[in-house]
């Protein structure tokens, strides 16, 4: 009994149909990933804007206020000084509460300034020796050092390209907080850390402090984010968004790992500036190499 063989026939049409039908989806999946890459460009861009507008307000608004601040804390005294022993008492501690409001502002606006400061002054790149950042760091901290008792250590530090200024200010900003945040019960040791992983250089600086819970590895980076009261800890919050502000104008990113009672490690890279390849005609290597 012979099989029946169904044949079926396309034409040419047909063919070319079959042939377009993939073209058009692709054509069609490129055009809306240049939408949306088109979209989020713009999205980038007024990200950007706005951005520079809060650094220009940061920056004007605490220009400004220093000057009223100034005559406040300063006519203060003048007022101290003119009534003399008719000074009330109470009106007395009521105008040192005025100076010190006046004063605990001042630094908080100069801290604001440092802060916009650290996102839109001009940015050198040059070859620097990360040994000497933080030499000039410990230099800037040595009475707290001393006044502390801490030991300081370092790993061999790499050098890399960027803004020497910055960089110290790195090194100082979170070596300050690690002097800050010390543990009472035992001798603060601080450790300047660099190691490779993964074929960049990871830097840190290293302690055995108070810590923060996990939970807040993130917060504490934000301005004006303080996880203690005033009357524990001193300060605005500001050091570690200016750290943050700068390991990310040099292209890399910052983080902390810590828990509470064992210390802190503030950890960084710089991005592109630290690859050993040449930079800008610069070749980039560990000191001591």
Request: hydrophobic share 35%; proline share 4%; glycine share 6%.
């Amino acid at each position: 009994m012979a099989e029946s063989v169904n044949v079926l026939v396309v034409g040419k049409d047909q063919v070319d149909q079959m042939a377009i039908r993939p073209q058009r989806a692709h054509d069609e999946l490129e055009r809306r990933v240049r939408e949306r890459t088109a979209e989020l460009e713009r999205a980038n861009q007024e990200l950007r804007r706005r951005n520079a507008e809060l650094d220009e307000f940061a920056y004007v608004a605490s220009h400004d206020l220093q000057e009223p601040l100034r005559k406040l804390s300063a006519f203060s005294d003048l007022l101290a000084r003119d009534l003399g022993p008719e000074l009330p008492e109470q009106a007395r501690r009521d105008l040192e509460f005025i100076k010190d409001a006046a004063r605990r502002m001042q630094v908080l606006v100069q801290d604001l300034l440092a802060l916009s400061r650290a996102g839109k002054n001009a940015m050198k790149r040059e070859r620097v020796r990360l040994d000497a950042c933080a030499d000039r760091a410990m230099e800037m901290l040595s009475a707290r050092v001393e006044e502390a008792s801490a030991e300081i250590t370092r790993d061999e530090l790499p050098e890399v390209v960027g803004d020497p200024t910055m960089l110290t200010q790195l090194y100082q900003n979170l070596v300050g907080n690690s002097l800050k945040f010390v543990d009472p019960h035992r001798r603060p040791v601080i450790q300047l850390t660099a190691e490779r992983v993964r074929g960049e250089w990871v830097l840190g600086v290293k302690d055995n402090g108070i810590g923060i819970k996990p939970e807040y590895a993130q917060q504490v980076f934000a301005p004006f984010k303080r996880l203690h009261g005033r009357d524990e800890y001193e300060g605005t919050g500001i050091g570690l968004a200016i750290c943050r502000k700068t390991v990310e104008r040099h292209g890399g990113r910052i983080w902390v790992e810590s828990e509470p009672g064992r210390g802190a490690h503030f950890r960084f890279t710089l991005g592109d500036t630290m690859e050993t390849e040449s930079c800008e005609g610069i070749t980039i290597r560990p000191t001591g190499s």
